[in-house]
């Protein structure tokens, strides 16, 4: 298939999840709420933005299991914590959302 009749959206995006990965005890010992938390990260890396991913905490308030503001921070401390992310930009109330890195150390799909 050309890449002309794939980018007019006869395919949908998706996110990327090895199963090395899901197997590592790393992500085995995160929490479900920081499991979520990575998989919308991961989401808002379209390949070229590593370092500005921007995943505002009112698009994970939708989500089952991230509706609260302390869990979304938990779930993100936790996820930095294990060196999963890296905040790149601290944002906040009435500015611009905090920006993260993926940092790949145990995902190889980044």
């Given amino acids: ?19 090395a990965m899901l197997d590592h005890p790393e992500w085995r010992k995160l929490g479900s709420s920081a499991k979520l938390a990575y998989i ?12 500005d991913i921007k995943v505002p905490y009112s698009s994970l308030r939708d989500v089952v299991g991230l509706r609260s503001s302390s869990t979304i921070s938990a779930a993100l401390r936790e996820l930095e914590k ?20 993926l940092t790949g150390t145990h995902d190889e799909y980044v």
């Fill in 1 to 19: 298939m050309s890449y002309a009749k794939w980018k007019k959206g006869k395919h949908k995006s998706f996110v990327m999840l090895g199963r």
């Fill in 40 to 51: 919308y990260l991961k989401d808002g890396y379209v390949g070229r933005n590593n370092g």
């Fill in 82 to 101: 294990n060196g999963w992310i890296r905040r790149t930009n601290l944002g906040g109330l009435f500015r611009l959302p905090n920006t993260y890195e």
